[in-house]
């Protein structure tokens, strides 16, 4: 399997814009993770899906963000309007529950964001 | 609100020595812990995963334990050696999934 796949890899954009960033998760899995990462921060989780339907968005910043997940090979992260405080690298992870125990999470090698 | 502290925030050992990386968190009612290794300006790689029915997981020269009585997980890396120069990082997951700020390790050669 290729892994978790993220696109694009590096992403620059002014203030106001929309910014879409996609994710392709392992086949089979079941759990999708959304994490953002910055100095200040740390990683955060903003939102997962399981089996494609959203579990937990706590943590997702304010309703400029939204995050989808269409079918179970592909999800979506946007920011809409776009500012310089969302500048960041966003990683997408899956991980696969068997036998009622969730297993290891798999990241892709995020999304690099930069909002001038 | 879990909260997951990784102290010391940073550590060099020369090339040999044993790592021994701690991670503590606040809220005991966690279904698994996880250590990931992260390189700069990549994603993380999962190292290890503890159940919270285990006490600890071992590969390779990797062995991590968890106590969740006492809130603490530890990584311990035997026999150091410069490519293990990464960022740890622990991450508790309960109700939330929550990260520890990660412990960059410089191993000197």
């Known amino acids: 399997d290729a892994g978790v796949i993220q696109s694009p890899r590096h992403e620059v954009t002014e203030m106001g814009q929309e910014v879409t960033l996609r994710c392709k998760p392992i086949?089979?899995?079941?759990?999708l993770f959304w994490y953002r990462q910055t100095m200040m921060r740390g990683l955060e989780l903003l939102i997962y899906f399981n089996n494609n339907v959203p579990i937990d968005d706590s943590g997702m910043p304010e309703d400029r963000f939204s995050a989808k997940m269409p079918n179970a090979s592909f999800s979506t992260l946007k920011i809409q309007p776009s500012e310089p405080r969302d500048s960041a690298v966003y990683f997408c992870a899956s991980s696969l529950r068997a036998g009622g125990i969730v297993l290891t999470q798999y990241f892709g090698p995020g999304t690099r964001l930069l909002v001038l | 609100k879990q909260e997951v502290t990784q102290i010391p925030a940073a550590l060099s050992v020369p090339e040999g020595e044993n790592l021994v990386l701690n991670c503590s968190f606040t809220d005991s009612a966690i279904y698994n812990l996880q250590w990931f290794r992260q390189d700069p300006g990549k994603g993380l790689t999962s190292l290890l995963l503890i159940q919270s029915s285990q006490r600890e997981q071992t590969s390779g020269r990797l062995n991590a334990s968890l106590d969740k009585s006492s809130g603490r997980s530890t990584l311990y890396i035997a026999a150091s050696q410069p490519g293990d120069s990464a960022t740890y990082l622990c991450?508790?997951?309960?109700?939330?999934?929550?990260f520890g700020g990660g412990t960059r390790v410089l191993v000197k050669p």
């Open positions: 086949s089979g899995h079941d759990y």
């Open positions: 991450q508790a997951a309960g109700n939330k999934l929550t």
